[in-house]
């Protein structure tokens, strides 16, 4: 079965600061892995996918992830963060019927 | 806005009850998707249909069943409620049958049982 774990659930940065959200994945086939927001009271919002092709994938506001298959990791990044990047991220994997995600990751962007 | 209507927004509702909440995809998307947002689980993938006919199935409760009707609204239908079933519900739409087309999500239905 396809899994992702996400291995932060809260990250507080700091305005303009670089912040990073780790994910590896679990996966005997092909991989197909997203990146997914959520703002307070919100649906979720596709940031970026990886389906195949180039591993560092750029997505909106922003932000860009790189697929890397040795070390089964989908990291999300973003050089300089903002107030209203505050949400809650979730790492995915596709089996393309069903998206399986992650805990999530609570980013909190302080002034 | 997603497109994705999802309603009604919030829902409270006492054990043992039955509710139905309802899904109205994006103009054009022919698959709709559910899935359960809870504090203790997560986003756990519930079920989706495409084009009226259910496509894959996840960790449904035998309780909940859904149907996708002739002009692509779904309706997730929850019956004999527990405390448990509390969850923030979504509903998702994609023009294909999968997921690996971007999905569009509603903002969900918030389901209160007390």
């Known amino acids: 079965a396809q899994s992702v774990t996400q291995l932060d659930s809260q990250v507080p940065v700091f305005e303009e600061a670089p912040v990073e959200l780790r994910c590896n994945y679990s996966s005997s086939v092909s991989v197909y892995l997203f990146w997914y927001v959520q703002y307070p009271n919100q649906g979720l919002q596709l940031l970026l996918k990886?389906?195949?092709?180039?591993?560092l994938v750029k997505g909106i506001n922003g932000f860009e992830a790189e697929f890397n298959k040795s070390q089964t990791s989908f990291h999300l990044r973003k050089p300089s963060v903002h107030i209203s990047d505050t949400a809650e991220y979730f790492c995915?994997?596709?089996?393309?019927?069903?998206?399986?995600f992650g805990a999530g990751t609570t980013v909190t962007v302080r002034a | 806005d997603s497109g994705v209507t999802q309603t009604p927004k919030h829902l409270i509702t006492a054990t043992g009850q039955r509710v139905t909440l309802r899904c109205s995809p994006r103009?054009?998307?022919?698959?709709v998707y559910w899935y359960q947002q809870s504090l203790d689980q997560g986003l756990q993938f519930l079920i989706q249909?495409?084009?009226?006919?259910?496509?894959a199935k996840g960790n449904i409760l035998e309780r909940f069943s859904a149907q996708q009707f002739p002009d692509l609204h779904s309706e997730l239908n929850l019956s004999s409620l527990e405390l448990g079933d509390s969850a923030l519900y979504f509903c998702?739409?994609?023009?294909?049958?999968?997921?690996?087309?971007?999905?569009?999500f509603g903002q969900g239905t918030r389901l209160t049982v007390v």
């Open positions: 103009s054009g998307d022919l698959s």
């Open positions: 990886y389906l195949s092709g180039s591993t």
């Open positions: 995915a994997v596709s089996d393309y019927y069903k998206l399986s």
């Open positions: 998702a739409s994609s023009w294909t049958g999968d997921m690996n087309t971007e999905a569009f």
């Open positions: 249909y495409y084009n009226g006919e259910e496509r």
